[in-house]
Structures are given as C-alpha cells and as structure tokens.
C-alpha cells in the first residue's frame, strides 16, 4: 500500500502530469465557451480569462455558467406560466404614437400591459424615504410582501425586521424573500423573530448544491415591498445604513438613490412580480391573485418591467434601447455602474450625433473599482461624439434613473450595465407622466451641480498607463 500511495503522489506531482491537466482542462472549457454561444464579448471575455488564468480561469467558467443555471432558467419559465395562469388575459391596447410603440414593446418583453391611472411620488435618502416606508408598513391591514437584494445585518436591517416581526405577531400576513448572496450577512435571529411571529421568510437561489433551486450566478436584485395590494415601494435601495441616511447623519460613506412609492393599478403588476418570485424561491407555492386597484385616479401611466434570464429578450435591455432611440431632444442617464453593451453604446453615439443632448452621471468614487475603470473606457468612446460625462462627488452614487425628453422616465434596481441586461433579477418601472419627468430632472440637474465634468480635452491627455489599465478592464466587463 505506501509503494502504491508513493507512485499516486509522483504522478501528481509530476510537472508534466500538471501541464498535461492544465491543457485539458483549457481544452473542455475552450469546448464549452464556444459551444455556448452567448454573444462575441461574452465568449472572447471567457476565452481571454482561460488564457490568462490556467485553471483558475476555466474553474471560474465552470462554477459561473454551470448547468443549474439553465435549470433555475427553466424553472422561472414553468412558474411564470403557473403563476400567469391565474392571471386573466388583458387585450393589448395598441397605439401609433411614440408613447404607444414603447408601450406596446414593453408589454411584448415583459408580459405585463401599462395601467393609466397611478400615483407616482419620488423617495430620496433626502426626503427620508425609509421614514416613509415604515409608517405604510406600519398601516398594513391585510399584508405585506417584501423582496429585496440587501438587507444587511446593520441598524437599518434589524429595525425593519423587528418592525416585520412586531405586523407579523398582530396577524397580519408577512412575506420577506432575500437574495442569498446580497443579503449574505442577514442576522438569523431576525429571520427567527419574523418566522416565530407566524410570518414566513426564503431565500432566492441559496448556495446549497444538494437543493434544485441554486445557482451563484444568477442573483435578484429587485427591491420591492407590496402592502395590502394598494401601495408599492420599488427602485434603487436596499435596506442598509447606507441607503437610510444613518451613515450620512454619522459622517461615514453613504448613498444617493432613488426609489419611488406606487399607488394605482400598477400595484397589481407589482404584486405579481412577487408572486412569481415567490413561487420560484418555494419550488411552487402559489399565491392568491391581488385584486385590481380601481380606486386611484392619478395622471401617471406605468409599465412595469422584471426582466430576468429565462426570458428570451430581455425587457430591460429592450426597453432602455428604444427609449433611447426615441430620444428627441434630451437622455439624461444615471447609473452607479455603467458597463453599457454595444446595442446601448450605438443608441447613444446615434443620439448624440443627431443633436440629443445627452448627459450621464456616473460616481466619481465607486464602491466597485475595476467597475469604475470599465467604465471610464467607454467614456473614451462616447465623449468625442458629443456625449457629456459627470462624475457625482459628494457620496457614491446608487441611483438607476433615465429621462428621455420631457415626459418618459426609467426608475429601477437595474444598472446600465451587462450583467443587468443578462444575468441578474431586476426590476423597473417605466412612467409617461411630465410632472415626474420633471421632477426627475430637476433632482438629475442638482447632481450635475454637485458632479465633476469630464472635460474632453482634458480627458483625451490621460497618461498610456491609465489607458492601458482601461482597457484591460474593459475585456473583463461582460464578467463584471
């Protein structure tokens, strides 16, 4: 037995044995990265990362892109289809207008037709957002559903689950679904308190192997909370001291984001993003349809747009592209991580050629360092073309918000970027109205204020070393 231990250990350690595993191991991963067929940049990224990183490059391919990634697909498409089932079929209302078209192409990607009568109101971490968001929680009657990517193990986080757990005790029906890499760090006695109340709590894709429902890559995003079927709460924050002002009132990093409270018919959309969520992150239970809100009478017409990987376009994707290339007079974009893919970088460099004015605030310090080198190296690309960059400096920037001329807004948890286009669980909201339009852009033009512009001439001076750290990053962005 130890001559046959001692011949295992010689042929491990063999350099040649090694170099032998290192080539196949390239090889199968070079196999399935071409097989795979995701796109030019997605392929040429993986391939890149192989060669640069033996092993390490093609067990990250392996671990990032393995096969219950196209069975958690194939499962939200099943439970789509049992959780629209329950969903009655509502005709299409077409339209000529612009206004219309992006209407109806936001219905064909996402299922869910637009509702004319909503109340929009615009929350900040400036407008104590997180103020508001407990006194409505705290008015539930019937229940309340929240779903987010982060909810950290902070101040912020243990009082909005002791508030969670406090509504749960008195009867009323709570639900919280948390994503399992975002909310990483969540206290489980928390989790424990809300359950013991009679509230229930899951995890969406946990990392566990030996469950069906997993996956690492896939993540959600979405940040929503639902009360009573009436009143909505999505956009950019999490819950987290960051997103609350606590950090701000103690001098310590904190965030500027957007999030919006939503009453009217959109509610019901809203709540069935849930629902299907839900149905997913249980292995199928179901829950009973919210009925239609037919009492508001606001002016803001809303689309509500999930967009995840198992559908076949992507309405995130689908819908920034057309409202940018509905653009007329202005696009006025913010986003914390800007890794735009090459639909979206054309459809700017056409606006900015025909006369749109566009501007983009990105943060001037971002939490993520090779996603703000990445992005500087499409400002190289977009700025000689007439597109204006702005670096936001007072805090790190998380807002997701875009404005095309004066009356269409975007508010959501996705980023412009590649990993929100394909990968990840995100959720927007897509509202004709001018009066948020405007108060939108009032909110963007105090930013521009209070940002740095990337002045072209001195921009184009920039050191070779930067370019080259740029652009390096750059390959590795359909990853990021």
Known sequence: MPGFIEVISNIITNRYFIASVVIVLNLIAFVYIIWRSQGVERTLSWLFAVIAFPVLGALMFFILTHQPIKQSKKRKRKVKK????????????????????????????????????NNIEILTEDTDAFKTISKKVQN??????????????????????????????????????????????????????IKDAGGKVETFNPFNPFRSRWSFHLRNHRKLIVIDGEI????????????????????????????????????????????????????????????????????????????????????????????????????????????????????????????VDVKIIVPFKSDVLLAHLAAVSYYAQLIPLGVKVYEYKPSMLHAKTLIIDDNISIVGSANMDIRSFRLNFELNVLIIDEKVARELKNK???????????????????????????????????LL
């Open 82 to 117: 049992i959780v629209g089932s329950t969903t009655p079929d509502i005709p299409l209302k077409t339209a000529s207008t612009a206004n219309g078209q992006i209407l109806n192409l936001a219905y064909a990607v996402s299922g869910y037709e637009a509702s004319y009568n």
């Open 140 to 193: 539930a009657r019937k229940f309340i559903w929240v779903e987010y990517y982060i909810i950290k193990k902070d101040e912020t986080g243990r009082r909005f689950m002791k508030l969670l757990a406090d509504i749960a005790s008195t009867g009323i029906e709570v639900r919280v679904l948390f994503d399992a890499y975002g909310s990483w760090g969540l206290d489980p006695k928390s989790v424990k308190e």
């Open 232 to 355: 909505a709460f999505t956009g950019g924050m999490n819950i987290s001291d960051e997103y609350s002002g606590r950090n701000r009132r103690r001098g310590l990093e904190h965030f500027r984001d957007t999030h919006l409270m939503v009453s009217g018919d959109a509610v019901n959309n809203l709540a069935n993003v849930f629902r299907e969520d839900w149905a997913y992150a249980t292995g199928g239970e179901v829950l009973p349809e919210i009925p239609t809100n037919t009492n508001e009478t606001g002016e803001s017409t809303v689309a509500v747009l999930p967009s995840d990987p198992d559908q076949f376009q992507n309405a995130t994707a689908m819908v920034f592209f057309e409202a940018l290339n509905n653009a007329k007079k202005s696009i006025l974009l913010t986003s914390p991580y800007f890794i735009p893919d090459e639909p979206i970088i054309r459809a700017l460099e056409c606006a900015a050629l025909r006369g």
């Open 444 to 478: 963007f033009m105090h930013d521009l204020q209070n940002s740095k512009y990337i002045d072209p001439l001195i921009f184009s001076k920039r050191g070779l070393r930067k370019r080259m750290v740029e652009r390096l990053t750059r390959l590795l962005s359909p």
